[in-house]
C-alpha cells in the first residue's frame, strides 16, 4: 500500500531477483518484490495463457502496434510480424540507435520468454571475466546450487537422435564436426520428460507447438514455477506485478524511499506510490538496474553512486546468422523451439565463439540452419542519462559489433567451404548475413567490483545491491542464465550474513 515500509525491496522478478527474494526470505525478512510486467497465471479468451509465435497477438510483446520479431523476413518478404494492440505483452524489444535489446516482461522476468539454455561457463574465461571471484566456491558450490534450484536436466540422447523435431538440429551438428568443430550438448531447464510426452502426442505441444518467445504455455520451468515459487512458499515475501519502480532516493531517516507507478493493461496509471525500506535490491536486468541508478545519481538523489555506472556494457558478442542447406539436407517442418546443441569452437586462439544451433519453426520446410552465435566481442557501451528524456541511452555503434562478426563469421566460413553452402541474406529485415545490431544477452552497465564492492553493493552507499546481469562486465562466452543465478547465490550468502546481523 502507499506509505508502506518493508524491510527489503526487490526491484525486477528475474533471476538475479528471484534467488534475492527467496534467500531474502528464507532468512525471515520482510520482502516486496516489485515487478513492472504482468503476472502470467491467467489464460485468455483462446484458453491459454500465452500466444504461439506463429500466430502472435496483443500478449507477444511490450506495448508496440506490431511485433518486432528477430528474424523479420522469409525471402525478404514482411511474413514474420504482425499488427498487435499495445498491451503490457511478455517480451519487450528496448531500441536504442546501433543496437536493440530483447528482455522479458512479467513476474519471472527473461525467464519467461528465454529458451531456457543452462550453460555453466568455462572456468578458464570465468576467471577471466570475473577475476575478483573466488572460483573454486562459484565451480564447487553456487554453479551446483543454481543447477538444481532451476531444475535443470538434458535431453535424452536416444530421442534426441531419433525425434523428427531435432533433425534442424542434428544436420547442422553433423555439418560442423565434418568441418572439424566441436559440438556439445546443452542442459537446459525445460521439461525433457513433458517434452517426450508432447512427441508421444499425450502432452499438450509447447515446446514442440512453436512457443518459446511470447511465453512457454507448458514444459518450461521459469522463475514462478521454481525460485518465485519458493520465495512466496517462505511466507515472507510478496510480488506486486505492474508495479514499476520510477525513482529511488534516501529519506531523513536513511531508508530507500521509492516512487512506484500501479498502471492498468491499458498502460493507465492506477496508484502512484512511496514506498520505504531499509535494504534495496535491484534485479531489473542490465538495461533496468542501470537506468535506475544513472537517473538516481545524475539528477542528485544518490549523487555518491559511483562514475563507473554506466559502463562496461556488451551483448555477450552476440551475433545471430543463418546458412542455406542443400536440397538433400532438408532441416524439417517440424522443429522444437528449444535448442539443445551447441558449436564451441571457444579453443580457437583465433576467434572464440559458441553458437547454438537454433531452431527456425516456420511450419514449412526452410532448409535453414539458423545459428544463435556468442562471440568474445572485447569492444564495450557505455549507458548515459538523457535528462531530457528522462532515460537511459546506450552507446554503442556498428563498428563495435564487427568483431563479433568476424569471428562468427571465420567459422561459419569453413562449414560453408566444407559443404560448399552459403549464407542466408534474406532473414534479417534487410540484406545482411549476420544480425548485428540485436541480442538477447545484454551484460553489465553496473560491474561487479567497479561500480560494487565484490558481492554487489553499489559504491558510496550502505544496503544497496545490485543483483542481476548488469553486474557481468559484457562478456561470459556462455548463455548467461546460469551465471547470472549462482552470482547471485554467492552475493546474497554473504550479504545476508553480514548486512542483517
Ligand atoms: P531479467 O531481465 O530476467 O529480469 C528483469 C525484470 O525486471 C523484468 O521482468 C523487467 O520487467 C523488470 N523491470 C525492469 N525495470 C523495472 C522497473 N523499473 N520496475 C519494476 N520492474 C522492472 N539466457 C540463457 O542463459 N539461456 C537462454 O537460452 C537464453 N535465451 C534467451 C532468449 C531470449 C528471447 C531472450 C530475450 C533472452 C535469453 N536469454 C537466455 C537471456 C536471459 O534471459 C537473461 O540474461 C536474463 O533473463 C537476465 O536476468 P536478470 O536477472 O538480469 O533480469
Not at 534467488?19 to 518484490?33: C, D, K, Q
Not at 506463429?54 to 518486432?68: A, G
Not at 512479467?106 to 529458451?115: D, K, P, R, Y
Not at 572460483?135 to 546450487?145: G, I, V
Request: charged share 25%; hydrophobic share 40%; net charge negative.
Amino acid at each position: 500500500a502507499n506509505g508502506a515500509h518493508v524491510p527489503a525491496i526487490v526491484i525486477g522478478s528475474g533471476y538475479g531477483a528471484a534467488v534475492s527474494a527467496l534467500r531474502l526470505g528464507e532468512a525471515g525478512i520482510e520482502t516486496t518484490v516489485l515487478e513492472m510486467g504482468r503476472l502470467w497465471n491467467e489464460p485468455g479468451g483462446d484458453g491459454k495463457v500465452f500466444c504461439t509465435m506463429t500466430s502472435p497477438d496483443e500478449r507477444s510483446m511490450w506495448f508496440k502496434r506490431r511485433t518486432e520479431a528477430p528474424l523479420s523476413t522469409l525471402l525478404w518478404l514482411d511474413v514474420v510480424n504482425r499488427d498487435i494492440d499495445p498491451y503490457p505483452g511478455v517480451l519487450d524489444r528496448v531500441n536504442y540507435a546501433d543496437m536493440s535489446v530483447y528482455v522479458g516482461r512479467g513476474v519471472g522476468g527473461g525467464s519467461l520468454v528465454n529458451g531456457g539454455m543452462a550453460v555453466v561457463p568455462r572456468r578458464d574465461y570465468f576467471e577471466e571475466v570475473l577475476p575478483g571471484v573466488d572460483a573454486n566456491a562459484m565451480y564447487d558450490r553456487y554453479f551446483p546450487l543454481a543447477q538444481t534450484e532451476l531444475q535443470v536436466n538434458t535431453i535424452d540422447t536416444e530421442f534426441y537422435k531419433s525425434t523428427e523435431y531435432y533433425r534442424f538440429s542434428r544436420v547442422a551438428a553433423a555439418q560442423a564436426e565434418a568441418a572439424g568443430i566441436k559440438t556439445v550438448f546443452v542442459p537446459d531447464v525445460y521439461d525433457f520428460d513433458y517434452m517426450e510426452r508432447e512427441a508421444a502426442g499425450t502432452a499438450e505441444k509447447s515446446a514442440l507447438g512453436g512457443e518459446v518467445i511470447y511465453g512457454n504455455n507448458h514444459g518450461k520451468m521459469s522463475l514462478d514455477k521454481t525460485y518465485l515459487a519458493s520465495a512466496l512458499a517462505t511466507g515472507k515475501v510478496t510480488i506486486a506485478a505492474r508495479h514499476q519502480v520510477r525513482s529511488i532516493e534516501l529519506d531523513a531517516d536513511g531508508n530507500y524511499a521509492l516512487t512506484v507507478e500501479h498502471r492498468g493493461d491499458a498502460d493507465e496509471l492506477i496508484e502512484t506510490k512511496r514506498l520505504t525500506c531499509r535494504h534495496l535490491f535491484l534485479g531489473a536486468g542490465s538495461l533496468g538496474t542501470t537506468e535506475l541508478l544513472l537517473r538516481a545519481r545524475d539528477t542528485g538523489a544518490l549523487p555518491d553512486l559511483d562514475e563507473a555506472v554506466g559502463s562496461g556494457w556488451g551483448p555477450n558478442g552476440n551475433v545471430m546468422t543463418a546458412r542455406a542447406n542443400h536440397l538433400w539436407n532438408p532441416t524439417g517442418l517440424k522443429q522444437s523451439t528449444i535448442p539443445v546443441m551447441g558449436i564451441d569452437d571457444w579453443d580457437n586462439p583465433e576467434a572464440r565463439v559458441f553458437a547454438e544451433l537454433a531452431p527456425l519453426p516456420a511450419g514449412i520446410e526452410t532448409w535453414i540452419s539458423l545459428y544463435l552465435a556468442i562471440t568474445d566481442n572485447p569492444e564495450r557501451g557505455r549507458f548515459t542519462y538523457d535528462a531530457a528524456a528522462d532515460k537511459a541511452v546506450l552507446d554503442w555503434s556498428l563498428e563495435q559489433a564487427q568483431p563479433g562478426v568476424a569471428a562468427a563469421k571465420s567459422m561459419f566460413d569453413r562449414i560453408n567451404e566444407r559443404h560448399g553452402t552459403s549464407y542466408r541474406y534474406d532473414l534479417f529485415g534487410d540484406d545482411r548475413a549476420f544480425a548485428d545490431d540485436f541480442c538477447y544477452h545484454p551484460l553489465g552497465g553496473c560491474v561487479l567490483g567497479k561500480a560494487t564492492d565484490g558481492y554487489g553493493r553499489l559504491n558510496g552507499y550502505e544496503r544497496l545491491y545490485a543483483t542481476d546481469s548488469s553486474l557481468i562486465p559484457g562478456s561470459i562466452g556462455v548463455n548467461p542464465l546460469v551465471t547470472i543465478t549462482a552470482l547471485a547465490e554467492r552475493n546474497l550468502e554473504a550479504i545476508i550474513a553480514a548486512d542483517f546481523a
